[in-house]
């Protein structure tokens, strides 16, 4: 009963994220922890694991309509590989408990998600390259989220989207990449997990049955949305795009506080 529960919690929250390019591990992470009781740490790799299921589904869904924006997704793979793994390195020896720096997190998407909201917008730039300083701009943001999602298990979508679409990106072209960009960092990360599990005395390796029944769930989701978002406005997705980010924010700063 759990693992069903698991996977259609997964189901409903992948719908509702994948048409901005997150893939709703950053929702599933108090989930995990109120709801199906996965221990810490190992909650962590299990949401990578999620990633790994369930991001397939909606990336399968987007290349079918040839929107998969290879240059700037490979921008964001060449940082934010080499920041999870950092990320999940700090996360089991130095940080397994303090969540202070997730304050931090929130100090960006707070305001961020506000602008998005309910500012006024430009319209978006739906081009395939990143050209000049805006390239090292991306990766080095990149690989400040990788060390982010490396530590708290949230790949990094829920960060690098809100930030792209703020600079001026379409979601049609963030929400691809940024997918594309948590499925190869979360492998990245669950296999250091797994190899740091090697020689750590507790439980940091992930909940098998439990990832895999989440990234079932995961799968039809972010296949459901991806095939949602040609049909929704493109400010409707920035707007959503934006309480995600507030969200997310205000749960960071209350995990935090409380």
Do not use: C
Request: charged content about 5%.
């Amino acid at each position: 009963m759990t693992l069903l529960l698991a996977a259609v919690l997964a189901f409903l929250i992948a719908m509702m994220t994948a048409p901005v390019g997150v893939s709703g591990a950053v929702f599933l992470m108090p989930v995990q922890l109120s709801v199906l009781h996965t221990p810490s740490p190992s909650v962590t790799p299990t949401n990578l694991l999620y990633n790994l299921v369930a991001i397939p589904g909606g990336l399968l869904r987007y290349n079918g309509r040839m929107r998969i924006r290879r240059s700037l997704t490979w921008l964001l793979v060449a940082g934010t590989i080499p920041g999870t793994v950092v990320g999940a390195i700090i996360r089991v020896w130095w940080l397994s408990g303090p969540e202070e720096f997730l304050l931090v997190v929130a100090s960006v998407l707070i305001p961020l998600g506000i602008w998005l909201l309910f500012g006024k917008h430009t319209p978006s730039r739906e081009g395939h390259d990143v050209h000049g300083r805006q390239r090292l701009l991306i990766i080095g943001l990149a690989l400040v989220v990788g060390v982010i999602g490396g530590i708290y298990g949230i790949g990094g979508g829920s960060l690098l989207a809100p930030i792209l679409v703020g600079m001026g990106f379409a979601v049609s072209s963030v929400a691809p990449a940024a997918l594309t960009s948590t499925l190869v960092t979360s492998v990245a990360g669950l296999i250091t997990y797994i190899v740091l599990s090697l020689g750590y005395h507790g439980n940091i390796a992930p909940d098998w049955p439990l990832g895999i029944a989440l990234g079932i769930g995961g799968f039809a989701g972010t296949y459901a949305g991806a095939a949602l978002q040609p049909w929704l406005p493109e400010m409707l997705l920035r707007r959503t795009l934006g309480g995600i980010g507030i969200v997310i924010g205000v749960h960071y700063v209350v995990q935090v506080v409380i």
